[in-house]
Nanobody, 122 residues
Framework: VQLVESGGGLVQPGGSLRLSCAVS????????MGWFRQAPGKEREFVAV????????DYADSVKGRFTCSRDNAKNTAYLQMNGLKPEDTAVYYC????????????????WGQGTQVTVSP
């Protein structure tokens, strides 16, 4: 199983990035896809999740209204569109796959990507 994130980088405050998570080695359309992030010196935290069929999403309060997750089951890829980025969004972002339910706790996820760095700075 492989989850490969891409799309991170350096962006100014107020800018946008779209992260992608390409998945192989499992039946992607059966899995709920979560996004988490970890800033230096902090614990990994929940960002967003999308249900296996795309009909339900959930977001951390800190990103609601700014971030949108989506998926394309034909391409085995999940996305996180991030708008209105703030310096406090700086972190390594991870995607993860969960078969049971669209969970917000990281310990409920079975598979993880390697992460992609997002840095928001003037």
């Amino acid at each position: 199983v492989q989850l490969v994130e891409s799309g991170g980088g350096l962006v100014q405050p107020g800018g946008s990035l779209r992260l992608s998570c390409a998945v192989s080695g499992l039946t992607f359309s059966r899995y709920n896809m979560g996004w988490f992030r970890q800033a230096p010196g902090k614990e990994r935290e929940f960002v967003a999740v999308i249900r296996w069929n795309g009909d339900r999403t959930d977001y951390a309060d800190s990103v609601k209204g700014r971030f949108t997750c989506s998926r394309d089951n034909a391409k085995n890829t999940a996305y996180l569109q991030m708008n209105g980025l703030k310096p406090e969004d700086t972190a390594v972002y991870y995607c993860a796959a969960n078969l049971q339910r669209p969970a917000t706790r990281s310990n409920e996820y079975n598979y993880w990507g390697q992460g992609t760095q997002v840095t928001v700075s003037p």
